[in-house]
Structure formats: structure tokens, C-alpha cells
Antibody, heavy 121, light 107 residues
Framework: QVHLQESGPGLMKPSQTLSLTCTVS??????????WSWVRQDPGKGLEWIGY???????YYNPSLKSRVTISVDTSKNQFSLKLNSVTAADTAVYYC?????????????WGQGTLVTVSS | DIQVTQSPSSLSASVGDTVTITCRAS??????LNWYQQKPGKAPNLLIY???TLQSGVPSRFSGSGSGTDFTLTIASLQPEDFARYYC?????????FGQGTEVEFK
């Protein structure tokens, strides 16, 4: 059974770069059968798709964040990562990593537990 | 971008009730609509994908229907563990978008 676990700083200051890592067990990121994605949930409980990476080299980002976001993969550690530049208080959220099943329809089928990131001066 | 409008934002119900939640897409998305349940402090959990296919392990009292722009999640005979927040997700076009959520509360 696949398991995803986020790790990263819980508290950040405005203008810093957020770096989160998702460690995957029970599946191989490089196998190509799934996409690997980040989703965040703001304190008001709205969910926002951030982006995904596929076959280690194809990335798709939400246009609302595209100028600040990078998703990458470390196949040797079976991890994928999120970098978000120039954070502000509006980036305060619970960040989830998730696996995307790619049938004829795409959907998140497994999620990490989430990690709270607070941006405050 | 494809927007998804979910309604109602909250509803009150009792154990045994049948409840219905609706999502409307801003343009036709075929059947590229998925439903999730979220409980406090937990990640969302997949209930239904492709508008109507029940995820393995999800009770059959959950059902989904619809295509094009209008979709429905129905929970028949509401159980105590069903009081939670529900979200739809369209994955037809990038950026994928979630509905605003529906809180199902005890009446």
C-alpha cells in the first residue's frame, strides 16, 4: 500500500522560499504509472491544486502559482519536492502531497497527512 | 479556467436521512468529476471518480451521477461517520479545480 509523507518547515517569514519534500513508500515514482502532485488547503478550508510532475520530467502547474512554483523529483530517494518562491501570508496553508491515478479520468487516490505552513513576520 | 460551483455550502441532517450535494462546472467537462470526503485534521479521501464510479472500499450508500456541467453526490441513509466536509474536483482541464466544499452537520 502506498504511503506519502510530507516534510518541511512549519513557520516561514515573508519573501522566503518554501521547500517541502514528499517521501513515497510502497510505489516507485519513476515507474510512470502515476502523476505526483501537490495540493494546499487554506485556513478557510478551500483546496487548491498546485501542480504535478509526471515521469520525472513533465510538469504542469496551476497558472495562478506558475511563476513561483517548481516541482521536482529525486528518484534515488523516491521523493518529490515543492519549491514556492517569495511566500506571503496568503501562502499560509496545509500542504498535501498526493498521488494521481491516471485512468481515463485523473484523480487523487492517495494523500499524505499534510503539513501546516505558516507565513508570518 | 474551468470553475466549479458547489452547493450548498452547508446542510443539516439526521442519521438516516438522504442528502444531495451538487457541483456545477462553468463548461462541459464530460464525466471528469470526482468526489472527496474530508474529516477534521485529515486529508481528503476519495469517494467517487469519473462522476459515478465508487472507489474500492467506499460504502454503497454513496453514489454519484451527472455529466457535462451538472453533477450530484448522494448519500443515502446518512450514518454518524458521514458527518464531514465534501468536495468535488474537476480534472478535465488544467488547472484542476475543487468546489468550495459542503459541510454536512448534525441537525
Amino acid at each position: 500500500q502506498v504511503h506519502l509523507q510530507e516534510s518541511g518547515p512549519g513557520l516561514m517569514k515573508p519573501s522566503q522560499t518554501l521547500s517541502l519534500t514528499c517521501t513515497v513508500s510502497g510505489d516507485s515514482i519513476s515507474s510512470g504509472g502515476y502523476y505526483w502532485s501537490w495540493v494546499r488547503q487554506d485556513p478557510g478550508k478551500g483546496l487548491e491544486w498546485i501542480g504535478y510532475i509526471y515521469k520525472t520530467a513533465s510538469m504542469y502547474y496551476n497558472p495562478s502559482l506558475k511563476s513561483r512554483v517548481t516541482i521536482s523529483v529525486d528518484t534515488s530517494k523516491n521523493q518529490f519536492s515543492l519549491k514556492l518562491n517569495s511566500v506571503t501570508a496568503a501562502d499560509t496553508a496545509v500542504y498535501y502531497c498526493a498521488r494521481v491515478a491516471t485512468f481515463w479520468v485523473n484523480f487523487f487516490d492517495n494523500w499524505g497527512q499534510g503539513t501546516l505552513v505558516t507565513v508570518s513576520s | 479556467d474551468i470553475q466549479v460551483t458547489q452547493s450548498p455550502s452547508s446542510l443539516s441532517a439526521s442519521v438516516g436521512d438522504t442528502v444531495t450535494i451538487t457541483c456545477r462546472a462553468s463548461q462541459s467537462i464530460g464525466r471528469y468529476l470526482n468526489w472527496y470526503q474530508q474529516k477534521p485534521g485529515k486529508a481528503p479521501n476519495l469517494l467517487i471518480y469519473g462522476a459515478s464510479t465508487l472507489q474500492s472500499g467506499v460504502p454503497s450508500r454513496f453514489s454519484g451521477s451527472g455529466s457535462g456541467t451538472d453533477f450530484t453526490l448522494t448519500i443515502a441513509s446518512l450514518q454518524p461517520e458521514d458527518f464531514a466536509r465534501y468536495y468535488c474536483l474537476q480534472s478535465y482541464g488544467v488547472p484542476w479545480a475543487f468546489g468550495q466544499g459542503t459541510e454536512v452537520e448534525f441537525k
